[in-house]
């Protein structure tokens, strides 16, 4: 594990070389100590596949290199923990994206068999990224991996549900994007009004790194 100054008050810590399970797991478990027993003048933390990079105060945190080895230390032990399975959060899912027969026809699939084959894993949220809560969803069957499109729609509506690559993912807000629409969903994945009990507004974010998430088939679509 090391570190790079990513500007004077943050540092870019790489825990893992390449992205995989153990690289997820180590992630997964730095964040969890992270929010649970964060370092001394910290004030956000983005995680990645091998990265965490970390934001400091500069009054509580003057000096980020003689902070650092502590800190590095503190996440080593982190990544060493194994933590229990998180729950399987459900998310209902109408398969009727412009996409679909597009997708379907590329894999010599019928519509059907790719809404199966969608919804069948357990998929794993490996980070959030590209706009506020996207999940970066890891589990997608292979005969399902598609390539994003040439040319990227200008506006694809929030709650989409698509393929990019060997990801699927969920669009959060109303934004550009290429990935292949094969669906929608009815719940806000990214909610800015959304509080916890205690007033936290980490439940704006229904989805976090490490969640594990199940679409079931919901009627409305077209199978």
Known sequence: ?????????????????????EAFAQAVAIRAALERNPP???????????????????????NLTDAMPDILEQLQMAATLTLPPAPVKEIPVIYDGPDLERVARAHDLTTAEVCRLHAEPIYKVHLLGFAPGFPYLNGLDARLHTP????????????????????????????????????????????????????????????????????????????
């Open 40 to 62: 001394e003048g910290l004030l956000e933390f983005v995680p990645a596949y091998t990265t965490v990079l970390l934001e400091f105060s500069a009054r509580e945190v003057p």
């Open 148 to 223: 994003r499109l040439a040319t990227p729609r200008t506006r694809v509506p929030a709650g989409s549900v698509a393929i990019g690559g060997g990801h699927t993912g969920i669009y959060t807000v109303d934004t550009p994007g290429g990935w292949n629409i094969i669906g929608h969903t009815p719940v806000k994945i990214f909610d800015p009004t959304r509080r916890s009990p205690d007033g936290g507004e980490e439940a704006m974010f229904l989805l976090k790194q490490g969640d594990r998430v199940k679409f079931v088939k919901s009627n409305g679509g077209n199978q």
């Open 1 to 21: 594990m090391d570190w790079t100054p990513y500007g004077p008050h943050a540092a870019l810590v790489r825990f893992a070389d390449k992205a995989g399970n």
